[in-house]
């Protein structure tokens, strides 16, 4: 599965061309990891070769973003896929459009007491998103790495109804709770970037994850 994280804009600004009309240096961009040091070589990098003031907005999920964007209170936003966005768009009936692709990072499952996913003992817990588009992908990476099999091979709109065998107990709930469970309620769990990031989740400690780079078809 193919994971960008895009550059997203509401269609107001890409008609008017920015923030507080014509005139305007600073551009509002929200995210969803504000501490990462990029983004302040970001803000340096386009005030010194733009011109660009560059104001970045941290939310604390991503139910936020697109809406504060769709209100125009940001300009720009950049922390989700393209599959998260055309799921937000179809089911808020919005049409926020993307203007270019900014990352790509793998989706890890996680664990702080077993080293590889074949250790999970049958029946342990394991936590994933609950929004539609990371649900699915969280099933895919479960699936992977040999904890379940779903329905027809699964889809990037897989749903917990679609296990048809599991070795572990799925449980779904907000993206930025998955981190914080794996210290005692859950053996392993799936993270976004940005919450294991948070948490301080090492790269040892991801057992397993998918892979984002793009699938090559012959033509």
Same mark, same amino acid.
């Given at each position: 599965?193919?994971?960008?994280?895009?550059?997203?804009?509401?269609?107001?600004?890409?008609?008017? %061309?920015?923030?507080? %009309?014509?005139?305007?240096?600073? #551009?509002? =961009?929200?995210?969803?990891?504000?501490?990462?040091?990029?983004?302040?070589?970001?803000?340096?990098?386009?005030?010194?070769?733009?011109?660009?003031?560059?104001? #970045?907005?941290?939310?604390?999920?991503?139910?936020?973003?697109?809406?504060?964007?769709?209100?125009?209170?940001? /300009?720009?936003?950049?922390?989700?896929?393209?599959?998260?966005?055309?799921?937000?768009?179809?089911?808020?009936?919005? /049409?926020?459009?993307? #203007? %270019?692709?900014?990352?790509?990072?793998?989706?890890?499952?996680?664990?702080?007491?077993?080293?590889?996913?074949?250790?999970?003992?049958?029946?342990?817990?394991?936590?994933?998103?609950?929004?539609? #588009?990371?649900?699915?992908?969280?099933?895919?990476?479960?699936?992977?790495?040999?904890?379940?099999?779903?329905?027809?091979?699964?889809?990037?709109?897989?749903?917990?109804? /679609? =296990?048809?065998?599991?070795?572990?107990?799925?449980?779904?709930? /907000?993206?930025?709770?998955?981190?914080?469970?794996?210290?005692?309620?859950?053996?392993?769990?799936?993270?976004?970037?940005?919450?294991?990031?948070?948490?301080?989740?090492?790269?040892?400690?991801?057992?397993?994850?998918?892979?984002?780079?793009?699938?090559?078809?012959?033509?």
């Amino acid at each position: 599965m193919v994971v960008v994280a895009a550059l997203v804009v509401g269609l107001a600004l890409s008609r008017s %061309g920015g923030s507080g %009309g014509s005139g305007s240096q600073t #551009i509002r =961009i929200g995210v969803t990891d504000a501490s990462e040091p990029y983004w302040q070589t970001y803000t340096e990098l386009a005030k010194k070769d733009l011109g660009l003031n560059v104001k #970045i907005v941290n939310f604390s999920d991503y139910s936020q973003p697109n809406p504060a964007l769709k209100q125009g209170e940001l /300009d720009l936003n950049e922390f989700q896929h393209i599959q998260y966005l055309a799921n937000y768009n179809v089911t808020a009936h919005d /049409d926020l459009q993307p #203007i %270019g692709a900014a990352a790509v990072y793998p989706l890890p499952l996680y664990s702080l007491k077993y080293g590889k996913p074949s250790a999970l003992p049958n029946g342990a817990q394991v936590a994933i998103p609950n929004d539609a #588009i990371n649900e699915a992908r969280g099933l895919l990476v479960l699936q992977a790495a040999g904890l379940l099999t779903l329905k027809d091979g699964g889809s990037a709109f897989s749903t917990t109804s /679609d =296990i048809q065998s599991q070795k572990v107990k799925v449980t779904t709930l /907000d993206a930025s709770q998955t981190a914080p469970l794996l210290n005692g309620s859950v053996a392993a769990a799936i993270v976004n970037n940005n919450y294991a990031t948070s948490a301080k989740l090492s790269e040892s400690q991801a057992i397993f994850q998918d892979n984002p780079a793009p699938v090559r078809r012959p033509m």
